[in-house]
């Protein structure tokens, strides 16, 4: 008998705490749609009800998907990219280390979750390795990246872009 945590376990552990963070993050999203949408024209990211409300969906049912085991490779994928966006979107803004931190490690979550599975408990997979492919990383990183820095921040007020 071995005294060993099971990967599938540690997997089961990896895709709660991640889902719960989505779905934090997300409830607050979609309760306010208008809101958020002109959170995400505060940060450049025009229209701002369809960003806004693309993340909120990703965050809110991709945080149901994983903490439930439905696709949640899929939703891992979905939120990975989103942290690269965010990564690059606070790199150029120049953001301290301290906000983008939490992004790099939510990816390295997600990117676990795509390359491992869902652990235990879940209620359908997704082969998320699909994505986990040289082409498809340099694809997604040149993707993030445009997207962030195609954004145009509002510099009215300094003091609500470095909020955001």
Known sequence: MSHHIDIDWILLVVRIAVAIVMLY???RKIRNLRSNANDFVQMGFRPGIMWGTLIAIVEFFGGIALLIGFYAELAAALFAFQ??????????????????????????????????????????????????????????????????????????????????
């Open 83 to 164: 942290m690269m966006v965010g990564t690059f979107w606070k790199l150029k803004v120049r953001k301290p280390f301290s906000d983008y931190s939490y992004d790099i490690l939510l990816f390295a979550l997600c990117l676990v979750v795509m390359s491992q599975g869902a652990g235990l408990y879940s209620l359908r997979s997704f082969p998320g390795a699909i994505f986990l492919r040289w082409d498809v990383a340099v694809a997604s990183l040149a993707g993030a990246s445009l997207l962030a820095l195609s954004s145009r921040p509002r510099q009215n007020n300094s003091a609500e872009t470095a909020a955001a």
């Open 25 to 27: 993050y997300g409830q």
